[in-house]
């Protein structure tokens, strides 16, 4: 065996209060694979961002060949050798794809730019890919896949010695994904190493060579790939103590409230149906990038769709935000900081927003909305230093709770919560677990959309799975379990689930 | 955590005090330079000069607070003031023949001064909204146009009103109640129902969330089209308000009226401390700022320290600079 290339060893990580990372140590050989897996928020993304320079751990050290280095910021770690490829490309786009293979360290000839021997130098960087992109077409006017093509022939062009790559196939088709793969292959063959994350343990069992489990910031697994199978893989990954984090589920529904059928967004989702119940939480578990948010964005007028949608048997206006909400219909976006709160606005403003209309005559009843405030703050545990601060200062998880506590305010019936729990810590997730389960025994209905397997499966009374813009299924009672959900997003039929 | 949150709030308040102060402190700081370089400077005569003067500035200036506030932008103030006027001085005269002169004329006038800046104010707004152009490209379009409209409407020379009319609509400028001139009392009129309109409603609200962040007034089920359209009909009716009250100092409307309104009422509304960008404004801020620009070329016009002609230069300087005190704020926020 190679001795490890880079490596971080007893490293731990917080994020002001909330310690993400505890205790890991992490190696990358040379002409090694190694896979790093674990659920959202296990700490993955934070291992790769200090294994590649971008964030400093708060303790331990990482090893550049066996020496002990501290990288100062990613150029540092590129210089060394070290390339990530990020989920959200890191590419200019308005420049071309020559240009952006080059950036930064542009051929020269004389004082201008050797545009042609970056073109053909690019070329070969891309045929080495098999991706038949040209150089010279701009990268705004080019397909997702072949920009994560343009990322890592970019990668191969400053010559990596360590590629480490953020699902790098989330964005792709399996066609694709096999051309990733074999070069992959190819990579490790001419010693490089890589780090490979995914979502998608088959791929995981095909290209890796080692694997380690992250869970909850945690180590608990490193073995080699070929003493694991996917079902270990998985175990290892979500192996967690569910009871106790959940409260009861609610058992006694009504009548449906809300009636989804025939729903359609071009390009993104097709012909979507579901029902949800009065007094039901109805979870929402696909992959990322299956459409869910999409889904709920086109039920409450966000997004132009066609289709039918009914409440309380009544149709519902198509396309108006304002037409769902008097419905007695909201949606709580996933994107708290940019669709969910104003950061430069105090907590007053923010809370009230969407139920404006109920604190006004003619003029605004200020002293009516400060009392709101404080019933909010109460009834929600938000923890805010001053409560004239702006909501941009309060934690993740208080920004949350304001976030839940603006929405309940326009008293809705149909409450949609995507991604309730994205980047808050353990404790908050109690409190807003508890709060859903509450509305639902207060005879509200509450749509969970989540990428976190146990939330949706220790919440929801059905679970609707969602692939490729599609409803794979809908689970009720026993088969509501993580492998048949996750056969079902990666698009496997959910029956032999069941046999094995 | 409790500690960072506290020692963050401590930090904005002095900074959020000093941005408040800072154009009141400039207009107090102007007027005591004014007085002590000319003892008229605080006269009766002088002051309501400075005041009435300002008043068209002014009245513009409050709307364009609401179209900067929601993150637009009006070039075409200028231009569709003067437009608006042509319309109206051509209405009236036309009238005279068939209603004679009096006042049911003059009330026309003003009824079709309003309804031209009312559609003029609309057309910007839903060329923006719907039509999804950038504000700067529609209005910097509409603001040629309407000069050219103007020019063409004069035929390249002057619109005058109606002598005998002229007579019988002047004291709309000239004079008021209790010695307070028209212009400044609807003036303060326009800019107090602003500031309440800005601070207490929920129309005002909306603008600043829209400014703020558009996605998040959309997902908050604020109708972000209609209010960015209020904005900018709010705004093209108070241009023909203003309208109104000009047209009686001249009696008369031709292409070099209203030049550069646009670009004082939005140096004004900047000065005032609204943020160009959008998501902060107060009309209260951009009165001041309309008053300081009105009383840098006063006080030139009188002190003749300086050459009265580099009235825009100092306007220029005074500009600038409070845009680079609201940076100093923002960056002061975000440490």
Partial sequence: MTAPVLAISGVSHSFGAVQVLFDIDFDLRPGEVHALIGENGAGKSTTMKILAGYLRPTSGQILL???????????????????????????????????????????????????????????????????????????????????????????????????????????????????????????????????????????????????????????????????????????????????????????????????????????????????????????????????????????????????????????????????????????????????????????????????????????????????????????????????????????????????????????????????????????????????????????????????????????????????????????????????????????????????? | ???????????????????????????????????????????YGNVTNVLARSAFIGIIAVGMTFVITAGGIDLSVGSMAAFVAGLMILAMNSLIPIMGVGIPVILCGLAVAMIAGFIAGWLNGVLIAKVRIEAFIVTLGTMGIYRSLVTWLADGGTLSLDFDLRALYRPVYYDGILGVGWPIIVFALVAILGEVLMRRTAFGRHCAAIGANEQVARYSAVNVDRVRIATFVLLGMLVGLATIMYVPRLGSASASTGVLWELEAIAAVIIGGTVLKGGFGRVWGTVVGVLILSLIGNILNLASMVSPYLNGTIQGVIVILAVVLQRERKAAGAR
Avoid: C
Wanted: proline share 4%; aromatic share 4%; charged share 25%.
């Fill in chain 1, 65 to 500: 060949n066996g020496a002990p280095v501290s990288f100062t910021g990613s150029q540092q770690a590129e210089a060394a050798g070290i390339v990530m490829i990020h989920q959200e490309f890191n590419l200019a786009q308005q420049l071309t794809v020559e240009e952006n293979i080059f950036l930064g360290r542009e051929i020269k000839r004389g004082p201008f730019l050797d545009h042609r021997r970056m073109q053909a130098e690019s070329r070969a960087l891309l045929q080495r890919l098999n991706s038949n992109v040209d150089p010279r077409a701009r990268v705004s006017d080019i397909s997702v896949p072949n920009r994560q093509m343009v990322e890592i022939a970019k990668a191969l062009g400053r010559e990596a010695r360590v590629l480490i790559m953020d699902e790098p196939t989330a964005v792709l088709t399996a066609r694709e994904t096999e051309i990733l793969l074999e070069q992959i292959d190819r990579l490790r063959a001419a010693g490089t190493a890589i780090l490979y994350t995914s979502h998608k343990l088959d791929e995981v069992a095909r290209i890796a060579d080692r694997v380690t489990v992250l869970r909850d910031g945690r180590h608990v697994l490193e073995a080699p790939a070929r003493e694991l199978n996917t079902d270990r893989m998985a175990e290892a990954m979500v192996g967690r103590e569910l009871s106790g984090l959940f409260p009861e589920k609610p058992e006694v529904f009504g009548d449906p409230v809300l009636q989804v059928e025939g729903l359609s967004v071009p390009g993104l989702i097709q012909d979507a149906g579901f029902t949800l119940r009065r007094g039901e939480v109805l979870g929402f578990a696909g992959l990322v990038g299956a459409g869910r948010t999409e889904l709920m964005e086109a039920v409450v007028g966000l997004r132009p769709a066609s289709g039918r949608i009914t409440i309380e048997g009544k149709p519902l206006k198509p396309g108006s935000v304002m037409a769902a909400r008097s419905a007695g219909l909201v949606y709580l976006t996933e994107d708290r900081k940019e669709k969910g709160l104003l950061l430069g606005k105090n907590l007053r403003q923010n809370l009230t927003l969407l139920a404006l209309d109920r604190f006004t005559r003619i003029l605004i009843d200020r002293k009516a909305e400060a009392a709101a405030l404080d019933r909010a703050v109460a009834e929600f545990d938000i923890r805010a230093g001053d409560l004239n601060m702006n909501a941009g200062n309060l934690s993740g998880g208080n920004q949350q709770k304001l976030l839940l506590a603006k929405t309940m305010l326009a008293e809705p019936r149909i409450v949609i919560i995507d991604e309730p729990t994205r980047g808050i810590d353990i404790g908050t997730k109690q409190q807003i677990y508890t709060f859903i389960a509450g509305l639902a025994a207060a005879g509200k209905s509450v749509i969970v959309v989540s990428s976190e397997l146990p939330e949706v499966i220790g919440l929801s009374n059905r679970v609707v799975v969602m692939a490729a813009g599609r409803i794979a299924g809908i689970l009720e009672g026993d088969d509501i379990n993580e492998q048949t959900i996750v056969r079902l997003a990666m698009g496997m039929p959910g029956e032999e689930v069941k046999a094995s």
């Fill in chain 2, 1 to 43: 955590m409790s500690d960072t949150t506290s020692t963050a709030a401590a930090r904005h308040f002095p900074a959020i005090n000093l941005h408040v102060l800072g154009p009141v402190l400039a207009l107090l700081l102007l007027i005591a330079l004014g007085a002590w370089l000319n003892p008229n400077f605080l006269s």
